[in-house]
């Protein structure tokens, strides 16, 4: 049987890689440069409604269940150490990581953003919040390298923030999906439209205030 998985879409992407997939793309949206567009919040928020027991109805599986214990222990860590590698990546290659045309993926505005994210907020104020905010926070992670930001200071805000992203998100879920066993489908769509319209809206904040300042 041929399995058809769409890579911006969170739903398609855990009913075929299951557990082991989230914790891969987790790692790969906060570590490696190519997986920014990766649906990191609608995947966690997806991940704890079906770990609630909802799976069945959200993912039209029958037998279909997801470990709320391997995703509260294993999306933390790999947040966590997906970051560790693009600080480290930035720290060791320099800017000469970003040193490339734009292209249909790679904009340089997404670096110029981060960086504007970590002169604006401060390193570690800037680490932590750039986990909420999508592209953001796969691109801060090798920017903070690039800026000198010491691997153990990273460290420390990394672990505050992938912590604080992931559990937050994942329980957030569950919340919603323990709460409303048997009625889901009717508040799924809307519940991650809010998900991604909230970690969308401070970059949308941002672009207004750059267009307000341009403009002056």
Same mark, same amino acid.
């Given at each position: 049987?041929?399995?058809?998985?769409?890579?911006?879409? !969170?739903?398609?992407?855990?009913?075929? *890689?299951?557990?082991?997939g989230?914790?891969?793309?987790? *790692?790969?949206?906060?570590?490696?440069?190519? @997986? +920014?567009?990766?649906?990191?919040d609608?995947?966690?928020?997806?991940?704890g409604?079906?770990?609630?027991?909802?799976?069945?109805?959200?993912?039209?599986?029958?037998?279909f269940?997801?470990?709320?214990?391997?995703?509260?222990?294993?999306?933390?860590?790999? !947040?966590?150490?997906g970051?560790?590698? &693009?600080?480290?990546?930035?720290a060791?290659?320099?800017?000469?990581? +970003?040193?490339r045309?734009?292209?249909?993926? +790679?904009k340089?505005?997404?670096?110029?953003? !981060?960086?504007?994210?970590?002169? %604006?907020?401060?390193?570690?104020?800037?680490?932590v919040?750039? $986990? *909420?905010?999508? #592209?953001? %926070?796969?691109?801060?992670? =090798?920017?903070?390298?690039?800026?000198?930001?010491?691997a153990?200071? *990273?460290?420390?805000?990394?672990v505050?923030g992938?912590?604080?992203?992931?559990?937050?998100?994942?329980?957030? &879920?569950? %919340?919603?999906?323990?709460?409303?066993?048997?009625s889901i489908?009717?508040y799924?769509l809307?519940?991650? @439209?809010l #998900?991604?319209?909230?970690?969308?809206? =401070?970059v949308?904040?941002?672009?207004? %205030?750059?267009?307000?300042?341009?403009? $002056?």
């Amino acid at each position: 049987m041929e399995l058809a998985v769409n890579v911006l879409d !969170a739903q398609s992407m855990i009913t075929a *890689f299951g557990l082991a997939g989230i914790l891969a793309i987790v *790692f790969a949206e906060t570590g490696l440069l190519v @997986g +920014f567009f990766l649906p990191g919040d609608s995947l966690l928020f997806l991940a704890g409604v079906g770990a609630a027991g909802a799976a069945d109805q959200v993912f039209d599986r029958p037998g279909f269940h997801l470990s709320l214990p391997g995703l509260l222990v294993g999306a933390p860590l790999c !947040a966590i150490a997906g970051a560790q590698l &693009g600080h480290l990546l930035g720290a060791r290659l320099g800017p000469k990581l +970003f040193a490339r045309p734009d292209s249909r993926l +790679f904009k340089q505005e997404y670096v110029d953003k !981060a960086e504007a994210y970590f002169t %604006r907020y401060g390193a570690g104020k800037a680490v932590v919040l750039a $986990r *909420f905010v999508p #592209i953001v %926070r796969t691109f801060l992670n =090798p920017v903070a390298g690039v800026l000198g930001m010491r691997a153990g200071a *990273f460290l420390i805000w990394n672990v505050v923030g992938g912590t604080a992203w992931t559990l937050g998100v994942i329980l957030l &879920g569950y %919340r919603l999906g323990d709460s409303l066993k048997g009625s889901i489908d009717s508040y799924l769509l809307p519940a991650i @439209g809010l #998900i991604i319209a909230l970690s969308l809206l =401070p970059v949308l904040i941002e672009v207004v %205030r750059s267009r307000r300042a341009a403009s $002056r």
